[in-house]
């Protein structure tokens, strides 16, 4: 048996659960919280011990692999310490709150040599894999580039019963680095690395309640010069679903949440990759069941993980060019 420890017993913790219970091989061992009665809970619902303080679990002889279900102020240090410690370590996104975290991360797994990777899950959705298959083909020539967008909903009481939220040290940010990362992380794995040539970053909805973004655009570019629009915000009405569009050569794919419009050479064709939750909301996707299925498979085959440090450094390095740089910003003049 491989033995798992989970840190934060909060909302996205049950999707992780559920997905170790759904592996013969892999039994959690303890679980950690500041919140007793989280903690307690989860222990019980996970005949696991109960860990105040995540220093205790990452020293258990019986933990081969450490789940950061933390805010994200706290997922650089728990991860290097717990790769220090010798576990490998599968933390929920971001990589860090800055590249110079997500450097350290990086560092620290391959000194540890153990795995680390990041919880990009949505990168396991079946529409995700059946894009990347196809832009593998080939079959519908250069990709031009493309457009993505977010529009959700978060209102004042998610970010006051959750104080770690909406403040520049805890969360590091908020509809880009907490929502929005997974389509950014997206559009990189299906476009290849991306470029910032302008960002604008604003509170408009939030303003007052948070002191970081609600709302943030992108404009990117692609190794080729394919350019992406890419916009983001909390101040929706509802959580919709998250729309792409990638326009190549001879044709162009729309993805809709789940569901893909094909269209190419060969004609339209529409593909639905809806699957039924057990667990968690559907704008988190249907990936944590395969991403965590994987990071075990490989753990136990000696492989690479994979979504590695590297590579998630980069959605990481995106993401802080926008926040720290080129901001664009044009006022009509009086
Ligand atoms: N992959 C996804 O789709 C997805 C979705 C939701 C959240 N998340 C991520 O999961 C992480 C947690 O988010 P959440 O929504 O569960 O937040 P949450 O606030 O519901 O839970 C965080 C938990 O961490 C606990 N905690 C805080 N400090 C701690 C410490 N020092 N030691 C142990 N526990 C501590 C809190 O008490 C809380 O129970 C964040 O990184 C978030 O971005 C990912």
Redesign the pocket.
């Known amino acids: 048996m491989i033995g798992a420890g989970v840190?934060?017993?909060?909302?996205?913790?049950g999707n992780h659960f559920h997905a170790i219970s759904r592996l013969p091989d892999v039994a959690v061992r303890a679980v950690?919280?500041?919140?007793a009665e989280?903690v307690k809970k989860a222990a019980e619902e996970q005949h696991a011990d109960a860990v105040r303080d995540?220093h205790d679990l990452i020293r258990r002889d019986d933990i081969d692999a450490v789940h950061v279900?933390?805010?994200?102020f706290?997922?650089a240090e728990i991860s290097i310490a717990a790769l220090e410690a010798g576990k490998h370590v599968l933390c929920?996104?971001p990589m860090g709150v800055s590249v110079r975290e997500a450097e350290a991360m990086k560092a620290a797994a391959e000194k540890a040599g153990k795995t680390l990777t990041i919880?990009f899950?949505n990168r396991y959705n079946g529409a995700t894999a059946r894009m990347k298959e196809i832009i593998g083909t080939g079959s519908l020539g250069r990709l031009l580039g493309g457009s993505a967008f977010v529009a959700w909903n978060r209102g004042g009481a998610y970010y006051i019963d959750?104080p770690?939220r909406g403040a520049w040290k805890t969360e590091g940010g908020s509809v880009l680095i907490?929502q929005a990362i997974?389509t950014l992380d997206l559009l990189r794995y299906l476009a290849g690395d991306l470029r910032l040539k302008g960002s604008t970053m604003s509170a408009k909805r939030l303003s007052g309640i948070i002191e970081t973004e609600d709302t943030v655009d992108m404009l990117l570019e692609d190794a080729e010069g394919g350019r992406y629009l890419f916009y983001a915000s909390n101040c929706g009405v509802c959580n919709l679903p998250v729309q792409m569009h990638l326009s190549f050569e001879k044709g162009e794919m729309h993805l809709d949440g789940a569901r893909l419009t094909v269209k190419g050479p060969e004609g339209t064709a529409f593909e639905d990759y809806s699957t039924a939750l057990a667990v968690g909301k559907d704008y988190?996707g249907s990936g944590h069941g395969p991403f965590i299925e994987d990071f075990y498979r490989r753990i136990g085959a000696g492989l690479p993980p994979f979504i590695t440090p590297a590579d998630a450094l980069e959605t990481t390095r995106l993401m802080e060019q926008a926040y720290t740089r080129e901001m664009i910003v044009r006022r009509r003049p009086e």
Do not use: R, T
């Not at 840190?7 to 913790?13: D, E, P, Q």
């Not at 950690?32 to 919140?35: G, M, N, Y």
């Not at 279900?69 to 994200?72: D, E, F, K």
């Open positions: 840190i934060g017993c909060g909302m996205i913790s950690c919280d500041i919140d989280k995540w279900c933390v805010p994200h706290l997922h929920e996104k919880c899950q959750s770690w907490n997974h988190w």
